[in-house]
């Protein structure tokens, strides 16, 4: 900590000076999350907060397809993320065109798009959908079939969930795709008691084997109500390291996996980020009028 204190005392300084705010998504280190970030939270919960905000600046700590939402949302607001970097397997296993060929194939089933793509992909797409509310967009739609994109674990959860036909795409988080069921059992035979909550883009084994099944979000409310007494988080390492300050009464066993685009974000990053007011999103003005209709659909039907 003692060499994060002058670059948080910089940041700080710096953000009142450019009228900024910084959105750090749950799985961003404690050093971001629990020092100068002004919102935390989920993919949802972010890009509701991009909405509210009356900063000039918002600084994404995050991934490229968050800033890109916030400046969808915001199109006349300086939207910055401090590394160009920091991707997602998810959003680059799917383009624009490949949703063009797939509504070409299935004429009139809407699309339900993962917030997890780019501006490009959401665009062509009916609406968008979180972790959190993946089910209940589907449901809302009220139709028999959708095509769900672009991560299949999600669409199998989603699709355990409803009657609605999902017709999958073959995306995966790199970094949720690598948990086991049997790494699983084997947390449940070295912790008893233990109680194993797993993020929806984990492969259905996990899913199985876990006793609950939420967006990050989702597993801080459980967290609340329940008060385990030893959790296990199925998902990015940076999660348990968080919400564990937030928690001191229950014990947390660390099995993650690092997501390495959320790592690229850096306290030196970020202040360079603001020092030199880079580096700016941009969104073709035609393709984030459509993104933004996918999006603020979706936060109509809420969570
Ligand atoms: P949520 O925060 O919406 O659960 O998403 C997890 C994730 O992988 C974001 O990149
Ligand atoms: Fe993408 Fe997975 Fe990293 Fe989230 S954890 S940003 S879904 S690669």
């Known amino acids: 900590w003692q060499t994060h204190l002058p670059w948080i005392d910089a940041i700080s300084r710096l953000k009142k000076q450019r009228n900024a705010v910084i959105l750090a998504h749950n799985y961003q280190p404690p050093e971001i999350y629990h020092t100068i970030s002004d919102f935390t939270g989920d993919s949802l919960a972010l890009a509701q907060q991009a909405t509210r905000t009356e900063a000039d600046v918002i600084v994404q700590c995050g991934v490229h397809f968050m800033a890109e939402t916030s400046k969808v949302l915001n199109p006349g607001k300086t939207v910055l993320i401090p590394d160009t970097g ?6 680059e296993s799917i383009t624009a065109d490949d949703v063009r060929l797939l509504k070409a194939k299935y004429p009139g089933v809407p699309v339900v798009t993962y917030v997890n793509t780019s501006a490009d992909v959401k665009a062509e797409s009916d609406v968008c959908c979180t972790s959190a509310n993946a089910v209940h967009i589907v449901e809302s739609l009220g139709v028999e079939r959708v095509i769900f994109l672009p991560d299949k674990y999600l669409g199998q959860y989603v699709a355990s969930k409803t ?33 194993i909550l797993a993020h929806p883009e984990c492969p259905p084994d996990v899913l199985r084997e876990a006793d609950f099944v939420g967006s990050t979000a989702a597993m801080i409310t459980h ?77 109509a039907f809420g969570r």
């Open 223 to 299: 967290l609340n109500e329940r008060r385990p007494r030893r959790v296990v988080m199925i998902t990015e390492c940076s999660m348990s390291d968080n919400v564990a300050v937030e928690f001191p009464d229950i014990e947390f066993t660390r099995p993650c996996n690092l997501c390495p685009h959320m790592r690229r974000i850096t306290l030196p990053r970020i202040h360079d980020a603001l020092l030199h007011l880079r580096h700016e999103v941009h969104v073709d003005p035609a393709v984030a009028q459509g993104a933004r209709r996918a999006v603020e659909r979706m936060l």
């Open 163 to 195: 009657n609605v036909k999902i017709i999958l795409w073959e995306g995966s988080c790199e970094v949720h795709e690598r948990f086991t069921g049997e790494e699983l059992r084997a947390y449940r035979r070295a912790h008893g008691g233990v109680r």
């Open 86 to 91: 920091a991707g997602c397997s998810l959003a």
